[in-house]
Antibody
Framework: QLQLQESGPGLVQPSATLSLTCSVS??????????WGWVRQSPGKGLEWIGN???????SYTPSLKSRVTISLDTSKSQFSLKVNSMTAADTAIYYC?????????????WGQGTMVPVSS | DIQMTQSPSSLSASVGDRVTITCRAS??????VNWYHQKPGNAPKLLIY???SLQSGVSSRFTGSGSGTEFTLTISNLQPEDFATYFC????????FGGGTKVEIK
């Protein structure tokens, strides 16, 4: 069964770096058909796409976060990861890992359950 | 950036009703629009892709239409499990979500 599962810290301090990992099961992360990405959701900003990565390692990021975000891939572990540096209270959100498929436009067809990341000292 | 304005932000409806939600894009985006719904405590779930194509396993009570700048999601014969928040999303340039429509029980 295709499944995405986020893991990471329950709390991040202001100015620290957030590190999250998404474990992929039920499909090859090396597939040429999909991208692997991150979406976050906060009460103030709603749903926001952060970026994605292709099996080749090529990554794309939303412009507003590009300077602070890195997405990487570990095919041997069937995982991909998100790092966001210089975290502030505005980055408090539920972070979802997602599979992006191209169905005449990029579509988030599979979602992880999400992990809440509060930013607080 | 191409903005997506979703309306209404909330609505009340009864079981069996027909409900329509609209997303308007700030410029033409072809058919690059998807629709999701989200129940409390859960991740969003894909319903419609490419403006009008029904995702596998999703009820045929959900219908998407539109192109260019105006898109609609129609839910026919509203069922108890349909009370949720609905989002549109475009991928014309980058990826952007609408603000959401909360469908509540009247």
């Amino acid at each position: 069964q295709l499944q995405l599962q986020e893991s990471g810290p329950g709390l991040v301090q202001p100015s620290a770096t957030l590190s999250l990992t998404c474990s992929v099961s039920g499909v090859s992360i090396n597939s040429t058909s999909y991208y692997w990405g991150w979406v976050r959701q906060s009460p103030g900003k709603g749903l926001e796409w952060i970026g994605n990565i292709y099996y080749t390692g090529a990554a794309s990021y939303t412009p507003s976060l590009k300077s602070r975000v890195t997405i990487s891939l570990d095919t041997s572990k069937s995982q991909f990861s998100l790092k966001v540096n210089s975290m502030t209270a505005a980055d408090t959100a539920i972070y979802y890992c997602v599979r992006e498929a191209y169905y005449f436009g990029y579509t988030f067809d599979i979602w992880g359950q999400g992990t809440m990341v509060p930013v607080s000292s | 950036d191409i903005q997506m304005t979703q309306s209404p932000s909330s609505l009340s409806a009864s079981v069996g009703d027909r409900v329509t939600i609209t997303c308007r894009a700030s410029q033409s985006i072809g058919s690059y629009v998807n629709w999701y719904h989200q129940k409390p405590g859960n991740a969003p779930k894909l319903l419609i892709y490419a403006a009008s194509s029904l995702q596998s396993g999703v009820s045929s009570r959900f219908t998407g239409s539109g192109s260019g700048t105006e898109f609609t999601l129609t839910i026919s014969n509203l069922q108890p499990e349909d009370f949720a928040t609905y989002f549109c999303q475009h991928s014309y340039t980058g990826r952007l979500f609408g603000g959401g429509t909360k469908v509540e029980i009247k």
